[in-house]
């Protein structure tokens, strides 16, 4: 590789990395700004619940609660569509940290759980994605992280992560309004 292409593939990286920053500033500013016209993206229904589930994701490292609007949603609206809209938007704000690591590499500590998180995607990427976005874990931004240092194909981590959190969020609302219907029930 030349110098050059080498200075253009940094910038590149580079410019990656910034503007996953500069979106989960945005997003988290945003929030903290707009949190009543944001309450009002409830009323929109499935639109509503996949913009939130966008922004909720879309910030690096500080996770924001889609479950619970996820979990509200689905005591006013079927939890199965729930659970598949909060899940494509939530996969679709994951990006952010896709692209924080397509664009940094240097951007994670080379820890022990760091090794064997990388070794276990680079032969399993599509299941790691999978597992860390069905079970509610704080290290899925790791994941996210190394599956852009890794370069995997971008189709593949939207599927997986759509997946994972379709599941997960899917059984959040449906146990929300399962919960709530068998609550009520016991205080009649």
Not at 29 to 50: D, H, M, P, V
């Amino acid at each position: 590789m030349t110098t050059e292409a080498k200075k253009s593939s940094r910038t590149g990286r580079i410019l990656t990395l910034v503007l996953a920053v500069s979106i989960s500033i945005a997003i988290i500013w945003l929030t903290n700004q707009y949190s009543a016209e944001i309450e009002k993206l409830r009323e929109l229904g499935y639109l509503g619940l996949f913009i939130i589930s966008i922004m909720g994701n879309a910030t690096l490292i500080m996770p924001a609660p889609v479950f619970v609007v996820a979990c509200a949603m689905g005591q006013v609206l079927n939890p199965i569509p729930v659970g598949i809209v909060a899940g494509l938007g939530a996969a679709i704000g994951e990006l952010t940290g896709y692209m924080a690591g397509y664009g940094g590499e240097a951007i994670i500590p080379e820890g022990r759980l760091y090794q064997r998180l990388h070794a276990f995607m680079q032969r399993h990427g599509m299941l790691t994605i999978f597992l860390l976005a069905a079970v509610p874990n704080p290290i899925f931004d790791v994941g996210g992280i190394m599956a852009g240092i890794l370069k995997m194909p971008v189709w593949k981590f939207l599927m997986a992560a759509w997946i994972g959190k379709s599941i997960r969020l899917g059984v959040t609302a449906w146990a929300c309004m399962a919960g709530i219907s068998w609550l009520q029930s016991i205080f009649k």
